[in-house]
């Protein structure tokens, strides 16, 4: 049993490698054409910036081949016997928690280095080593406080339900609508300074296309994201009454009026269409897969790896091996939000133009350096997106990609 889970997770991390290798060749090889869509200077620079990320994604897949040797080897039974509680349930929660600390310790330095070097090298971050430490301690108390709520309710689920994963699946389930609900309101302001749309001829053209789609808006809002980052994004938060339209300082100062519609029209477009809800029922199925998989665990397992079948246990080899489900299922959830994608990119270009739109769409890709060519094998496992040379094509754009 231990030998075939070590195949499988060692199948998914030589896929995971074999994808971005494939990446960076195809890349590698694209920087020599002839600029499409990007400046010559940002073609070159974009493609080099998924090189670069690329390699870091390699290096990080390793590492994270060696700590599943190590949990799987030593570190879930060195937990379990280093912390000695009794109540199985409170267990859990320090038990899991220290688990995920010591990933957390592993992962920092590739956070450091994105933040620090790689995006700081290509123009993207802005942020602050005092503001970078204040976001990791915000992150971490929340996962502490949320993660450890969250896992102190599902032990005591498997403890006293038989078919725990069931029950489990729809408790986990709701907490995710639960957050999506709350995020705009109470996660999203901890970490950005949120701030009523002040231009007031914007605002009256935002609301107008807000009203047109029929989406009642809890306001239209600003972020303080150039604090971080140069990128530029918008998006619509919320669900229900908390929905928020949020638009990044960036995205205002760098898009035109008529732009900036188009790309919230974009936005509307998935409002209108219920993709936020199609995503969050293929969250929903990809859920249920991994409560299905992980509640019915054989015992062989828990033999193998050295540890009791004990609700810590459960939850860890959860955390451990919902990457591999995760990442086998993105190939469906990419398909579908591609299509999703096309169809919003019509609803706004009806909002403006398509001439508008794809204006919109080549600034956003000048701005934030995203290289426009892509192998299919990295498209099918990680676009969500379809290439952007296809998205214009589609918009009536004239593209020569030789």
Same mark, same amino acid.
């Given at each position: 049993?231990?030998? *075939? /889970?070590?195949?499988?997770? +060692? #199948?998914?991390?030589?896929? =995971?490698?074999?994808?971005?290798?494939?990446?960076? &060749?195809? $890349?590698?090889?694209?920087?020599?054409?002839?600029?499409?869509?990007?400046?010559?200077?940002?073609?070159?620079?974009?493609?080099?910036?998924?090189?670069?990320?690329?390699?870091?994604?390699?290096?990080?897949?390793?590492?994270?081949?060696?700590?599943?040797?190590?949990?799987?080897?030593?570190?879930?039974?060195?937990?379990?016997?280093?912390?000695?509680?009794?109540?199985?349930?409170?267990?859990?929660?320090?038990?899991?928690?220290?688990?995920?600390?010591?990933?957390?310790?592993?992962?920092?330095?590739?956070?450091?280095?994105?933040?620090?070097?790689?995006?700081?090298?290509?123009?993207?971050? *802005? /942020?602050?080593?005092?503001? +970078? #430490?204040?976001?990791?301690? =915000?992150?971490?108390?929340?996962?502490?406080?949320? &993660?450890? $709520?969250?896992?102190?309710?599902?032990?005591?689920?498997?403890?006293?339900?038989?078919?725990?994963?069931?029950?489990?699946?729809?408790?986990?389930?709701?907490?995710?609508?639960?957050?999506?609900?709350?995020?705009?309101?109470?996660?999203?302001?901890?970490?950005?300074?949120?701030?009523?749309?002040?231009?007031?001829?914007?605002?009256?053209?935002?609301?107008?296309?807000?009203?047109?789609?029929?989406?009642?808006?809890?306001?239209?809002?600003?972020?303080?994201?150039?604090?971080?980052?140069?990128?530029?994004?918008?998006?619509?938060?919320?669900?229900?009454?908390?929905?928020?339209?949020?638009?990044?300082?960036?995205?205002?100062?760098?898009?035109?009026?008529?732009?900036?519609?188009?790309?919230?029209?974009?936005?509307? &477009?998935?409002?209108?269409?219920?993709?936020?809800?199609?995503?969050?029922?293929?969250?929903?199925?990809?859920?249920?897969?991994?409560?299905?998989?992980?509640?019915?665990?054989?015992?062989?397992?828990?033999?193998?790896?050295?540890?009791?079948?004990?609700?810590?246990?459960?939850?860890?080899?959860?955390?451990?091996?919902?990457?591999?489900?995760?990442?086998?299922?993105?190939?469906?959830?990419?398909?579908?939000?591609?299509?999703?994608?096309?169809?919003?990119?019509?609803?706004?270009?009806?909002?403006?133009?398509?001439?508008?739109?794809?204006?919109?769409?080549?600034?956003?890709?000048?701005?934030?350096?995203?290289?426009?060519?892509?192998?299919?094998?990295?498209?099918?496992?990680?676009?969500?997106?379809?290439?952007?040379?296809?998205?214009?094509?589609?918009?009536?754009?004239?593209?020569?990609?030789?």
């Amino acid at each position: 049993m231990l030998l *075939t /889970i070590g195949i499988v997770y +060692f #199948i998914y991390i030589l896929i =995971k490698v074999y994808v971005s290798v494939m990446e960076i &060749g195809y $890349v590698s090889r694209a920087k020599h054409d002839t600029p499409v869509i990007l400046l010559p200077s940002n073609y070159v620079k974009a493609a080099e910036y998924k090189v670069k990320s690329q390699r870091m994604s390699i290096l990080s897949d390793l590492i994270d081949y060696a700590m599943f040797i190590f949990w799987i080897g030593y570190g879930l039974k060195w937990l379990d016997m280093t912390i000695q509680i009794d109540d199985i349930a409170l267990k859990s929660v320090v038990y899991i928690l220290s688990f995920l600390a010591i990933n957390y310790i592993v992962s920092l330095p590739f956070s450091i280095y994105s933040n620090f070097y790689l995006d700081k090298k290509f123009g993207f971050s *802005t /942020i602050t080593p005092k503001l +970078f #430490i204040q976001d990791q301690l =915000k992150a971490v108390l929340l996962t502490a406080v949320f &993660g450890g $709520v969250v896992v102190w309710i599902i032990a005591n689920i498997i403890i006293h339900i038989q078919n725990w994963w069931l029950v489990g699946f729809v408790v986990v389930f709701a907490i995710v609508v639960i957050i999506n609900m709350i995020y705009p309101t109470f996660i999203a302001p901890l970490f950005n300074k949120f701030k009523l749309l002040e231009d007031d001829d914007l605002k009256t053209s935002i609301e107008n296309l807000l009203k047109d789609a029929g989406l009642i808006s809890e306001g239209v809002y600003t972020i303080d994201a150039s604090k971080r980052d140069n990128r530029l994004n918008a998006y619509f938060g919320g669900l229900g009454k908390s929905k928020r339209v949020v638009l990044f300082d960036t995205l205002i100062q760098k898009l035109q009026k008529n732009e900036l519609l188009a790309v919230l029209g974009h936005e509307l &477009g998935h409002f209108k269409h219920k993709d936020i809800l199609k995503n969050i029922a293929l969250v929903g199925g990809l859920l249920f897969l991994m409560f299905a998989i992980f509640g019915n665990l054989p015992q062989e397992l828990f033999n193998a790896i050295g540890v009791s079948n004990t609700p810590y246990s459960t939850i860890a080899l959860f955390l451990l091996f919902s990457p591999v489900v995760s990442f086998f299922y993105m190939p469906l959830m990419g398909a579908v939000s591609r299509h999703n994608e096309y169809r919003a990119d019509e609803y706004g270009s009806q909002v403006q133009s398509k001439e508008v739109l794809a204006s919109a769409l080549k600034k956003l890709a000048n701005e934030n350096k995203s290289f426009p060519k892509s192998s299919t094998v990295f498209k099918l496992f990680y676009y969500t997106h379809p290439p952007l040379i296809d998205r214009l094509k589609a918009l009536g754009e004239k593209i020569d990609e030789n």
